[in-house]
T-cell receptor, first 119, second 109 residues
Framework: EVQLVESGGGLVQPGGSLRLSCAAS????????MNWVRQAPGKGLEWLAY????????HYADSVKGRFTISRDSAKNSLYLHMSSLRAEDTAVYYC????????????WGQGTLITVSS | EIVLTQSPGTLSLSPGERATLSCRAS???????LAWYQQKPGQAPRLLIY???SRATGIPDRFSGSGSETDFTLTISRLEPEDFAVYYC??????????FGQGTKLEIK
């Protein structure tokens, strides 16, 4: 069974940086299109970033453009989110998510990792 | 930006009743790219419906989706205790690439 497991969450000061990782088990990762989605405490879901299966195409939400970078290493079956200039409003659970390549729905979610931005 | 507005914000019903959740888009959305998710406390969302009306693998047939263009509906025909959760609609297309509705909380009356 394919699984996604995020890591790298924790407490970071405003203005700081952090890198999240997502380890994918299973043999399909190199052909999967991947995303990061977050959820602030008690709030709804917010899509943040997308990366194509080959890694050459990325898209970002305006709220994180220029501050966050999505990347992947298919040899390591891993997805990453490099976050910089972190703000209090970036506090959230961050999910690694696979989208279906044809219908673009999110069919596989990790368990999430919590980022708290606070001094 | 396509904005998805879900209503009601909270829906209070009893097990066995029928639930009707609405998702309205600020502009037309392709049915192909409209999905619904269920989220329980402390869990990641789970895909219920894709393509506006196709059930995901393992989803019971009491869940159904319908609609087109700007108005979409998720219906749960007879509520089971495990159905009480928060439900989100999501669409793909335009900028940003994906947007979610703000969610409908389905609670036990």
């Amino acid at each position: 069974e394919v699984q996604l497991v995020e890591s790298g969450g924790g407490l970071v000061q405003p203005g700081g940086s952090l890198r999240l990782s997502c380890a994918a088990s299973g043999s399909t990762f190199s052909s999967d299109e991947m995303n990061w989605v977050r959820q602030a405490p008690g709030k709804g879901l917010e899509w943040l970033a997308y990366i194509s299966s080959g890694g050459s195409i990325t898209h970002y939400a305006d709220s994180v453009k220029g501050r966050f970078t999505i990347s992947r290493d298919s040899a390591k079956n891993s997805l990453y989110l490099h976050m910089s200039s972190l703000r209090a409003e970036d506090t959230a659970v961050y999910y690694c998510v696979r989208n279906n390549w044809n219908w673009y729905y999110f069919d596989l979610w990790g368990q999430g990792t919590l980022i708290t931005v606070s001094s | 930006e396509i904005v998805l507005t879900q209503s009601p914000g909270t829906l209070s019903l009893s097990p066995g009743e029928r639930a009707t959740l609405s998702c309205r888009a600020s502009q037309s959305v392709s049915r192909t790219y409209l999905a619904w998710y269920q989220q329980k406390p402390g869990q990641a969302p789970r895909l219920l419906i894709y393509g506006a009306s196709s059930r995901a693998t393992g989803i019971p047939d009491r869940f159904s989706g319908s609609g087109s263009e700007t108005d979409f509906t998720l219906t749960i025909s007879r509520l089971e205790p495990e159905d009480f959760a928060v439900y989100y609609c999501q669409q793909y297309g335009g900028s940003p690439m994906h947007t979610f509705g703000q969610g409908t909380k389905l609670e036990i009356k």
